[in-house]
């Protein structure tokens, strides 16, 4: 699965460069591997043989949990938020890849979705699938934001500026953890809303970070003709894919402050680029149903 995983930062500008952390794997994508690799290990070191999790529709992390599970022998369970999708997963490519990997679904109400870290819904779980190993909505705890840390090298401590999507605040977290004081990390919210600061903070073990709240695109998996124009544009341009959830958007803030003079003439960026590219088969899928067009 893993062949080389610190691939070589790709030079797109004179002053931007790209971390491939999508060239990892196609589905243990990006930071989901990072935020995989020590949850598996301690899952395993404890004698677990089932890992669950929680996770939307077309999720990321859903689609690493299986593949992850597959790869390396162990069995997964995830909890899917939507009742509706029970009968239509011939429909939705992620549910479907995470299927053929050997991944049992629970499709729940988004009422018992949102009470899903409520110890009787656990212990529900529990009941209906045997003892397991829990890994949390979005992969996002302590061992995730170490294996985060791992995505920085010594040589980036030559970059003035660290961008990277953020979604729970596990990426980033593992990001500051691992820069230098002399480094600025912007963090781009794929979602509105302003609880994302506690939850850095909890992680985090310094304060040169901020978010840059302005690229959400109105909210999660929302997207508009103009972002979809931008990643195809860049993908011709750079030949490099993005996704239309998490890396679309930072890239397009990053190109547009850049546009706008936020960065000195001679400042150096670092763009992650978290994978996410599995997502882009269901977002055709609904783009077509809206008649939008689509990403090449
Ligand atoms: C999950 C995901 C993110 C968000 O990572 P967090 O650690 O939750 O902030 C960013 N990019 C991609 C491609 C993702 O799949």
Known sequence: MIKNIDQLNIQLTSSLFIKPEYKIDAFVSGNKYRKLKYNVMDAENRGFSTVLTFGGAYSNHIAAVA???????????????????????????????????????????RTDYRNKTTSDFINQLKQDFGDFYLIPEGGTNELAVKGCEEILTEEDKAFDFICCPVGTGGTISGLIN????????????????????????????KSNW???????????????????????????????????????????????????????????????????????????????????????
């Open 178 to 205: 691992a820069s230098g004081v002399h480094q600025k990390i912007l963090g781009f919210p794929a979602l509105k809303g302003d609880f994302l600061q506690k939850d850095i903070r909890k992680f985090a073990n």
């Open 67 to 109: 593949k992850a599970g597959y790869v390396k022998g162990f069995k997964t369970i995830g909890v899917i938020r939507g009742e509706e999708l029970q009968n239509s997963i011939q429909n939705n490519p992620t549910l479907q890849f995470a299927s053929k990997m050997g991944m049992r679904f629970k499709f729940v109400s």
């Open 210 to 296: 901020e978010l840059i709240t302005d690229y959400h695109f109105d909210g999660y998996a929302k997207i508009n003709t103009e972002l979809i124009s931008f990643i195809n544009a860049f993908k011709s341009q750079n030949n490099m894919p993005l996704d239309p959830i998490y890396t679309g958007k930072m890239l397009f803030g990053v190109f547009d402050l850049m546009k706008k003079g936020y960065f000195s003439k001679d400042a150096k960026i670092l763009a992650i680029h978290t994978g996410g590219l599995q997502g882009i088969d269901g977002m055709n899928k609904l783009l077509k149903k809206k008649q939008m067009p689509l990403i090449n």
